[in-house]
């Protein structure tokens, strides 16, 4: 549904616009809040309150258009406009509710890259512990208020840069037998669902990794500072996803199978749009 209706005449114009998604909607001096439906039964309200809206608008615009060759026609596109005014203020007072429901008001969103941050993480190689982290990475976070329940996130590791401080060690994690950069230069986490859990949360999501996707826990904590900090681990089982393919590589004995990982990072907030 879409168009815009204009009323014209010498004491009164008026703009009422109807567009896909339901934008800003204006009656002379009346705003109407932007609005995007969320569910079919929300759709219906303002389909049903704009069709409603537009007739009464006609009946306004022919009859100051026929002016005093048509009093009695007149007379209801006054009352029609009056009806407008009220039934503006009642879809203002319904907006403003539904923008109180969950999954309707404004999101706060976050992002955070290497340099608000750590994302690192610990293996054991032969039976020593093998630190090192991941200096290009970008994380995104939206949710209504501080509800970390509510929130959406997306993460994007750049795994070429992988550092553990040992040059030959950080070439082989990039080459096939690991993270096979040339082909997967990025690994991603899409979160699906976030509960809390004691005093913090469990998000599930989608790891993809050297082009295979699986499901991957992560535990996360938010602070109420500004910025706020997101704190949170996973332990993460590398075969799952073919990290350290080959015979040596893909023996637990000689390389554990389990990477543990850990993040802080300062959120900066932004503008979704």
């Not at 007072?93 to 969950?102: E, G, H, K, Q, T």
């Not at 040596?248 to 300062?266: G, P």
């Amino acid at each position: 549904m879409g168009g815009k209706l204009l009323i014209s005449s010498a004491t009164k114009t008026g703009t009422f616009t109807l567009a896909p998604g339901y934008g800003n909607y204006w009656w002379g001096p009346i705003h109407f809040p932007s609005i995007t439906p969320e569910s079919d039964d929300i759709e219906g309200l303002f389909k049903g309150l704009h069709e409603w809206l537009t007739t009464a608008l006609a009946v306004v615009a022919i009859g100051q258009a026929l002016g005093g060759a048509a009093p009695l026609f007149l007379a209801q596109g006054r009352r029609a406009q009056e009806d407008v005014a009220v039934m503006a203020k009642r879809l203002t007072a319904a907006a403003l509710a539904l923008l109180l429901m969950p999954g309707l008001g404004l999101a706060n969103c976050y992002r955070a890259n290497g340099d608000d941050g750590e994302l690192r993480f610990t293996g054991v190689a032969e039976g020593d512990e093998v630190a090192g982290s991941f200096h290009e990475f970008s994380v995104s976070l939206c949710m209504d208020g501080n509800d970390l329940a509510t929130a959406d996130i997306e993460v994007t590791v750049q795994t070429a840069s992988v550092d553990t401080g040992d040059s030959m060690r950080d070439s082989e994690l990039r080459g096939d037998h690991f993270f096979n950069v040339g082909d997967d230069p990025e690994a991603t986490w899409v979160s699906s669902r976030v509960a809390s859990d004691g005093d913090g949360f469990v998000a599930q999501g989608t790891l993809t990794l050297r082009g295979i996707d699986k499901n991957q826990a992560v535990r996360l904590r938010l602070s109420d500072g500004e910025p706020p900090v997101l704190t949170g681990s996973a332990n993460i089982l590398r075969l799952k996803w073919g990290v350290g393919t080959g015979d040596d590589y893909q023996d637990t004995d000689f390389i554990r199978n389990r990477v543990d990982l850990e993040f802080e990072l300062r959120l900066q907030p932004y503008s979704e749009g």
